[in-house]
């Protein structure tokens, strides 16, 4: 059975940062992505890592600012994120998919965990 287990998220000032974590069981070689969901908005994605971390892609509007990693030891995914604005309100997701080809696609992702919500106030 898969489970991803997302953890870190809470209230922060903006300028402030929160990393983010996912613990994935049942799971090996799988691709990883963050997602998230503002209020009133659609679910869109933040950042994503291949399994063999040969291909990263990151959402323009966080680039520089946040950080996806893997610790294969841990099975657990990482969304480091600095310098955190009002903007980045929101329920943050952590999804896997097994495929050969690399996807930053909400619908190609297969599982995903329940979400934290991350506050930043301005």
């Known amino acids: 059975q898969v489970q991803l287990s997302e953890s870190g998220g809470g209230l922060v000032q903006a300028g402030g940062s929160l990393r983010l974590s996912c613990v994935a069981s049942?799971?090996?070689?799988?691709?990883a992505g963050w997602f998230r969901q503002a209020p009133g908005k659609g679910r869109e994605c933040v950042a994503a890592?291949?399994?063999?971390?040969?291909?990263?892609w990151y959402a323009a509007f966080v680039k520089g600012r946040f950080t996806i990693s893997k610790d294969g030891a841990k099975s657990t995914v990482y969304l480091q994120m600095n310098n955190l604005e009002y903007e980045d309100t929101a329920v943050y997701y952590c999804?896997?998919?097994?495929?050969?080809?690399?996807?930053?696609?909400?619908?190609?992702?297969?599982?995903w965990g329940q979400g934290t919500r991350v506050t930043v106030s301005s």
């Open positions: 049942g799971l090996r070689d799988y691709d």
């Open positions: 999804a896997a998919r097994t495929s050969n080809e690399f996807e930053i696609r909400e619908a190609q992702y297969h599982y």
């Open positions: 890592l291949s399994w063999d971390e040969s291909n990263l």
